[in-house]
């Protein structure tokens, strides 16, 4: 194998157009932010009832994938398929990258942003939510490190792989911290169940994943530098065993409701109601997000193309926008059972399905926080060695198999 | 936290002030028995704040809850300065009345609902700074100088009984203080329980007539409340969840 | 930190002034150094150049003794600072003590430190401390005859 040059990317008018287009969003949404914190969250889609909305479905897509991202980093200095080597780097800058925009789109969000040091100092170490605060923050100091170590001169490959390892099991622990922000929720039919934890995990896997090989994919071209067909198909294969054992982890979840009579109510609203979650779940989840893309990444190898890989990951990334929309929406819609055995009616919406639409300032707070993501990963590349000057096939690994 | 400044004002007036006599025990009788010389007598009830001896809870009859009346939601309304506006998904309900048909039997009911006073209460556990808090005399209130505004604790309690202020606010009772941002809920009237009172919806519903409402110490076996929960079947909302709430209800 | 450096900063700043140390004349007062509306209960023991530089230590150890542990008995309470520092309108009513010019905000602007009590603590007495505003001297007849002026116009 050749030894991979990494190389800092040229800006050419292309990337900033881009820049400027993602800079754009990113003030779109610093304007939402101070729209919403001058007038209250009453200018928001978020009310009493539905107290997390969509900022939040984008802030914890962005950090599952955040974590994610690192798979493929993981897989070369973990598992030790040299073929993934030459992208670890870019892997940890992404996955840095996507858990800043997801934080700053979390922490906007909150009723009091001005009061973020509070959150950083104080901690109640009941809550899995300060400790997510920890290991978000280990987070970019491990996985900065690793991105160091493996940039370093002379830095020989046992450290690498300790510093890997390390980042490996935090990012694990990470993402169970985020799905038992909602696992351990014990009072709402739609959490309260240990299985969010390793779901999430593999959600991030998945959608982590997709994210990274979009990136590559549209990075590459940008910079006219040379992506092998083997490499993305490879990927896309890995890939596809991720999406199906996200459909797994949400089938075995349902089953698991539909078994336990307390939570019929629940799974009717979600799997055969009539509001936006039964279409959310079936044809944006299931469909567009797990059968079509599985189905399109895992038959066979010598048929897939390219394109067919991207195509599949950016279903997978809609699903996985879709899917969470149903975790945090659709959970909080449906009512609370206080009164198991009751029809119960109230002043406070006690009872009925809550209705929650966003408005267009929760939408650009969200898209603010991708297009951060976007922002600092060009940052990133154009600034420091991290991406190779070539990723052909014969560069990475001659002796792998050709599809 | 360390207050180094405070060393330097210990030039404290030679008689003893009201608060050290208070914090010394509470109600005191003083004799003057000579000029100069003065004997004072303490006893009766200990300091006024926060017992952990005490646990304040509230006992609800729903068969007294009149379907009609929301006599409490409107005494909490005045007494805590929230309203009820043009907003009904946003606005602020420290205490609502709720309307129950039971599905198999038919039987209807009505009684209010607020802050359940948990012993485990999930709002404290769930809440990142602390905010959420119990005090040592059972009431679940949150900290707003500390609270973020996360909502945590919003998904986590099993009763709906937190809103966050979704909007700026004016004149906010002193002994109530309310903000833009931040979460809030029943307070049990702390500020009443503490000189002595009892919660101003318990007040309302006597004015009423109806007398549904119950204040008083879970933890004192002769208070009409321990007495009547010893006497009487009653339940707490969500009693699978074992959060032993502090509010509890009578023939639901 | 940053906002304690500067608030000891511009205290001493104001204290070598000499505006709160009594040695002054008003004549020497610079039009650039705040006018704090005088308050109307007694002064405090601890005198002015304590409270200013400890008021908010006073205030934040006190209002965590009564939220967290429920004593009501405290020397310090901000709902007090309201009390006796509000200054009375022609109309008699109270003006908000974080409005420009007002106990709070005359300093606070001035050494540019921003506060955050007003967002959920009234800025006003409530009525029944209000009660006790009223029997303040009233306006002098220029005053509320200006008043009334303005009231018609």
């Not at chain 1, 900022?55 to 493929?72: R, Y």
């Not at chain 1, 909150?110 to 009061?115: A, C, S, T």
């Not at chain 1, 006219?224 to 896309?236: A, P, S, V, Y």
Request: contains cysteine.
């Amino acid at each position: 194998m050749a030894r991979t040059v990494y190389q800092e990317v040229t800006p050419t008018p292309a990337i900033w157009m881009i820049a400027i287009l993602m800079g754009a969003f990113v003030a779109a949404a610093g304007v939402s932010v101070l729209y919403i914190e001058h007038n209250g969250h009453i200018v928001t889609g978020m009310n009493n009832q539905i107290v997390w909305g969509l900022p939040h479905v984008f802030a914890i897509f962005l950090i599952v994938a955040a974590s994610g991202a690192l798979n493929v980093a993981s897989i070369a200095s973990v598992f030790g398929k040299i073929e993934n080597k030459p992208m670890a780097r870019y892997s940890g800058l992404l996955s840095i990258a996507l858990l800043l925009g997801g934080l700053a789109v979390l922490v906007l969000d909150l009723g009091r942003p001005d009061r973020l040091i509070i959150a950083m100092t104080q901690y109640n170490f009941k809550s899995i939510f300060a400790w997510n605060m920890l290991l978000y923050n280990g987070f970019f100091v491990i996985v900065g490190t690793y991105i160091y170590v493996q940039m370093a001169r002379g830095m020989s490959e046992k450290v690498i792989k300790i510093v890997g390892t390390a980042a490996f099991v935090w990012r694990l622990a990470l993402t169970t911290g985020t799905g038992s922000i909602f696992g351990w929720l014990v009072a709402r039919s739609g959490y309260d169940a240990a299985i969010m934890a390793p779901m999430f995990i593999v959600m991030s896997f998945s959608f982590g994943l997709a994210f990274f090989i979009l990136v590559l994919g549209s990075t590459f071209p940008l910079t006219g530098r040379f992506l092998g067909d083997n490499l993305i198909k490879r990927l896309g294969r890995l890939l596809g065993v991720f999406a199906a054992a996200v459909l797994y982890f949400t089938a075995i979840r349902h089953l698991s409701n539909l078994y336990a009579t307390e939570h019929h109510d629940f799974e009717r609203f979600i799997l055969m109601g009539d509001t936006i979650f039964t279409p959310l779940f079936w044809i944006g989840q299931v469909l567009i997000g797990g059968l079509i893309p599985v189905a399109m990444l895992l038959r066979k190898a010598e048929k897939t193309t390219k394109m067919q890989v991207m195509i599949a990951s950016i279903l997978i990334v809609i699903g996985g926008f879709a899917q969470l929309y149903g975790i945090v929406i659709g959970g909080q819609a449906f009512p609370l059972e206080i009164f198991p055995g009751y029809d119960v009616t109230s002043a406070f919406y006690d009872g009925t399905i809550n209705s929650y639409t966003p408005t267009i300032y929760e939408l650009a707070l969200g898209l603010g926080g991708v297009a951060l993501a976007v922002l600092v990963a060009g940052v990133g590349v154009v600034a420091l060695r991290i991406l190779p000057m070539t990723l052909c096939d014969e560069e990475i690994d001659p002796t792998a198999p050709d599809f | 936290m360390k207050l180094p400044a405070l060393k330097t004002m210990a030039k404290v007036p030679d008689q003893i002030n009201r608060r050290d006599f208070l914090k010394s025990g509470g109600a005191a009788v003083t004799l003057t028995l000579a000029p100069g010389i003065t004997v004072m007598a303490f006893g009766g009830e200990a300091s006024a704040a926060a017992n952990p001896a005490t646990r304040w809870g509230l006992l609800i009859d729903v068969n007294k809850c009149a379907k009609d009346c929301d006599a409490c939601v409107t005494g909490c309304s005045v007494e805590n300065g929230w309203k009820m506006g043009g907003n009904p998904e946003t606005d602020a309900q420290w205490i609502r009345k709720v309307d129950l048909t039971n599905k198999q039997t038919g039987r209807e009911v009505s009684m209010p609902m607020m802050c359940q006073h948990c012993e485990e209460p999930p709002c404290v556990d769930v809440c990142p700074t602390g905010a959420s808090f119990k005090r040592a005399d059972g009431i679940v209130l949150v900290d707003k100088h500390t609270c973020i505004g996360c909502r945590y604790c919003m998904m986590a309690c099993p009763f709906k009984a937190r809103s966050f202020i979704h909007e700026d606010l004016e004149d906010q009772k002193s002994y109530a203080p309310r903000g833009k941002g931040t979460v809030e809920s029943c307070t049990l009237c702390v500020h009443r329980v503490d000189e002595g009172g009892i919660p101003a919806c318990v007040e309302a519903c006597d004015a009423t007539g109806h007398g549904a409402m119950m204040f008083g110490d879970l933890k004192d076996p002769t208070s009409d409340i321990a007495i009547a929960l010893a006497s009487y079947a009653s339940v707490g909302l969500r009693d699978d969840l074992r959060l032993n709430t502090g509010v509890r209800y009578s023939n639901l | 930190m940053i906002t304690r450096l500067a608030t000891i900063l511009v205290l001493s700043g104001l204290l070598g002034a000499g505006l709160f140390g009594g040695a002054a004349t008003a004549q020497e007062h610079s039009a650039l150094l705040p006018v704090v509306p005088k308050a109307t209960g007694e002064a405090h023991p601890e005198g002015n150049a304590f409270m200013r530089i400890n008021h908010m230590k006073l205030l934040r150890h006190d209002r965590d003794d009564t939220m967290r542990n429920g004593n009501r008995d405290i020397d310090y309470s901000l709902k007090e600072c309201v009390a006796c520092h509000v200054q009375t309108g022609a109309d008699a009513l109270p003006i908000p003590i974080n409005s420009e010019g007002q106990f709070c905000s005359a300093c606070h602007e001035f050494a540019a430190v921003k506060i955050d009590c007003f967002q959920c603590h009234n800025t006003r007495p409530e009525l029944n401390e209000t009660q006790a505003l009223l029997s303040r001297p009233l306006p002098d007849a220029a005053a509320l005859s200006a008043y009334l002026d303005e009231v018609t116009e």
